[in-house]
């Protein structure tokens, strides 16, 4: 019985395949790139939401943000000592703050910073406070003495923006210990269930 002949060769001999290991010696096998591809770009759409979520917090902040901005403000010296306080905050308050004897629940440094980015640090800072129901807080700005003509800015803005929003009852530079001219005790206002705690404990401590 005869065998068709298929004209394909079941094997080769040696010498073929050294020639043919030596020939194909520096070929590189083809590798995909799509799966790389397909992480950049993944990667550069989380990057462009980002940036996209980052721009219009900023533009919100901006917004929603009372303190002045690019407004003029007398310039004060880097040993200023700052001091305000409004109407009807009792005089013993006021001594304990000035003096540095109340809890520091925060602090918040805005030294080395822009003026902008000064501005939105702080007004951010002093709501984070306010809906956390804290009281005290410390602020250091640093005395601005590096400058030329000797006057501080982020410290002159400071206490400008501090006046601007009505929660905060008094300001006063720090004590030595908390960073002196270089800082500043913020007093913020009560919450309402604060001031009802308070109440309550005060009347049962008439009757």
């Known amino acids: 019985m005869s065998t068709a002949y298929t004209g394909v060769k079941t094997h080769i001999s040696l010498e073929e395949e050294q020639i043919f290991r030596q020939e194909m010696h520096n070929v590189v096998p083809i590798q995909s790139t799509y799966a790389n591809v397909q992480t950049k770009v993944s990667q550069q759409n989380q990057l462009a939401k980002k940036l996209r979520r980052q721009a219009l917090e900023s533009q919100l902040e901006t917004e929603n943000n009372p303190l002045s901005d690019n407004e003029y403000v007398e310039l ?3 040993y200023d000592e700052l001091s305000f306080y409004r109407q009807g905050v009792q005089e013993g308050v006021l ?18 910073l822009s003026v902008q980015q000064a501005r939105r640090q702080l007004y951010t800072f ?10 005290t807080l ?19 803005y400071l206490a400008k923006w501090l006046t601007e929003i009505p929660q905060v009852l008094a300001f006063y530079s720090a004590q030595m210990h908390h960073g002196g001219t ?26």
């Open 182 to 207: 270089g800082a500043t005790y913020v007093l913020l206002r009560k919450s309402r269930r604060q001031s009802e705690a308070n109440r309550q404990i005060f009347n049962r401590g008439r009757l």
């Open 138 to 156: 410390l602020i250091v700005h640093g005395r601005g003495q590096h400058i030329q003509d000797r006057r501080a800015l982020l410290k002159s």
């Open 76 to 78: 004060l010296h880097p």
């Open 95 to 112: 001594r304990k703050l000035r003096l540095g004897h109340y809890h520091l629940d925060a602090k918040l440094h805005i030294q080395h």
């Open 126 to 135: 002093i709501q984070e406070g306010l809906q956390l129901e804290l009281r």
